[in-house]
């Protein structure tokens, strides 16, 4: 009997483009359907992903593999989202417009794009008293609008440093929107904590993620949460309970630590010392 032939991912690939369309958004998954002017593609291109939040103008760089769907046809699923504001002004038009607050509709914002051309944004970034000089602003508007922006690029650069570690955009949208503007400060300070907070992460997954951003490997964060690994597996197993020595063997599953002479080095800390 032969046996089964494994299943094969499909190639990853990149590709890149301006946002066209937002045809659908979820605010809690962050799952989105994006229509996608692509380089090298004379049709837009359908792009599903995930993504805190998303305006159409934005530029797409996103990570992933072809699919056929039955009922829409061929699209390009990402396991990785990136954007970045738009820097024609054209596509500033249609960001501002579509995207950036409630305080800015089409109107407003060809009247910004008509005032500042292609440096409005560094105007919002940078000089936003300016942007009271456009009919139709005043400070309580200016405010929304800084706000808006300063909140946009606040998610860019958090999705940034969890994608630089790691972390697929599905998972970063959940981290994101569990902890909010403090992710970046979570993830460094202990990054075992996604595992008990972030559903489908893992202590492997958070495991690897603490490496990336500098834990050490014997660190108490990181025998805390081996400790709570096995003893959820136990649980998951049926056990209501788990004597200490086999819970010390489980731990020497986990643990590699190497020495000085680089060999591994198993209970660097002593469960007795955790638990």
């Known amino acids: 009997m032969n046996a089964a032939t494994p299943e094969r991912m499909p190639a990853t690939e990149e590709i890149s483009g301006l ?3 937002v045809t659908f958004h979820n605010d809690e998954s962050g799952f989105c359907v994006l229509r996608v002017k692509t380089q090298g593609h004379r049709e837009e291109t359908t792009v599903i992903g995930s993504l805190p ?3 159409a103008g934005e ?34 038009e249609r960001y501002l417009s579509s995207g950036l607050g409630k305080g800015i509709g089409p109107v407003l914002a060809k009247k910004l794009v008509e005032r500042f051309g292609a440096e409005v944004l560094v105007v919002i970034e940078n000089r936003v008293a300016e942007l009271q000089s456009v009919d139709g602003i005043g400070p309580k508007r200016r405010e929304r609008i800084a706000r808006a922006w300063q909140e946009a690029k606040q998610v860019r650069e958090i999705m940034l440093f969890l994608h630089s570690h790691g972390v697929s ?30 559903y489908g992460i893992g202590f492997a997954t958070a495991d690897q993620i603490a490496q990336k951003v500098g834990i050490p490997r014997d660190s108490l964060n990181r025998a805390r949460a081996g400790i709570d690994h096995v003893l959820l597996e136990a649980t998951s197993a049926g056990h209501r309970s788990l004597p200490l020595e086999k819970l010390k063997l489980a731990e020497v599953k986990w643990r590699d630590v190497p020495d000085a002479t ?14």
Not at 66 to 90: I, R
Not at 262 to 275: C, F, N, S, W
């Open 53 to 55: 939040s998303v305006s």
């Open 59 to 92: 530029w797409l760089v996103a990570e992933g593999w072809w699919v056929k769907d039955k009922e829409h046809g061929l699209q390009f699923k990402a396991s990785t989202l990136k954007t970045v504001p738009p820097n024609t002004v054209a596509g500033i």
């Open 19 to 21: 946002i066209e369309r």
């Open 262 to 275: 680089g060999e591994p080095k198993r209970h660097v800390l002593a469960i007795d010392d955790v638990v």
């Open 169 to 198: 955009t599905s998972r970063a949208v959940r981290i994101f929107k569990t902890y909010g503007e403090q992710a970046i400060e979570k993830v460094r300070e202990n990054p075992y904590t996604l595992a008990k907070d972030i």
